[in-house]
């Protein structure tokens, strides 16, 4: 897992309600990414961070914001959860060190959401 | 943008060999990356190619060629472990985002 966690692993919301998930390195790995997995679409990129405060959008960002405000920590935000975001929500990372090609990207043990 | 197309299922016998395909299209190419998948688990880090040719690591390998968008992988020895699903993702050089298809889900059989 390289160091990457994710909290809560585990969480049960209704709609409407915000909802934000955390993301954790300890590898000082400088590119960051959330991804959902929905059965037949496979893995998903929401949003992306390529530095410190320095974020993008990803495949499927509607109703998505993050955050980044140090290089250890990438928040996913659902401002009003849906029951369409029910999913499987994986943060993974790469990308460290000096002269690093960021060939592998690691990743975190993922959150299972529901939103009801 | 990109699109990647992998198969959805496959099933092979254990002892076989098996090549999961992968093809791309994208406007910057910057690495393809194969991932392995137990149901229920994260995503583990197999290959990684951004070269052409063939990488081996072990009983598995992956070749890319970028002229034609392709890349396999390749499991030799199947064990009955290699049940899972295999996922095929791109990198673009543009802004490092990386993209994935949709998985092969890999069916050994005794």
């Known amino acids: 897992d390289a160091g990457i966690t994710q909290s809560p692993r585990h969480k049960v919301t209704e709609t409407g309600t915000p909802v934000t998930l955390r993301c954790h390195q300890t590898e000082n790995h400088r590119y960051m990414y959330w991804y959902r997995q929905d059965p037949g679409h496979g893995l998903r990129l929401i949003h992306y961070?390529?530095?410190?405060?320095?974020?993008d959008k990803g495949e499927v960002s509607d109703g998505y914001s993050v955050s980044r405000s140090k290089t250890e920590d990438f928040l996913l935000t659902l401002e009003s959860a849906t029951s369409s975001q029910t999913s499987v929500y994986f943060c993974a990372a790469t990308g460290t060190g000096v002269g690093s090609v960021y060939n592998e990207q690691f990743f975190g043990p993922g959150t299972r959401l529901t939103v009801l | 943008g990109q699109n990647i197309d992998q198969p959805t299922e496959m099933t092979a016998t254990e002892g076989a060999i098996v090549q999961i395909n992968c093809t791309y299209q994208?406007?910057?190419?910057?690495?393809l990356f194969w991932y392995q998948q137990h149901a229920g688990e994260a995503p583990t880090f197999l290959s990684y190619?951004?070269?052409?040719g063939l990488e081996e690591k072990g009983r598995f390998s992956s070749f890319l060629s970028r002229s034609k968008g392709y890349s396999y992988l390749l499991l030799k020895e199947l064990q009955m472990k290699d049940s899972a699903s295999y996922l095929c993702a791109v990198r673009e050089n543009r802004d490092d985002k990386i993209i994935f298809g949709k998985g092969t889900r890999l069916h050994i059989l005794p």
């Open positions: 961070s390529y530095g410190v405060k320095d974020t």
């Open positions: 994208t406007s910057g190419f910057n690495g």
């Open positions: 190619n951004v070269l052409d």
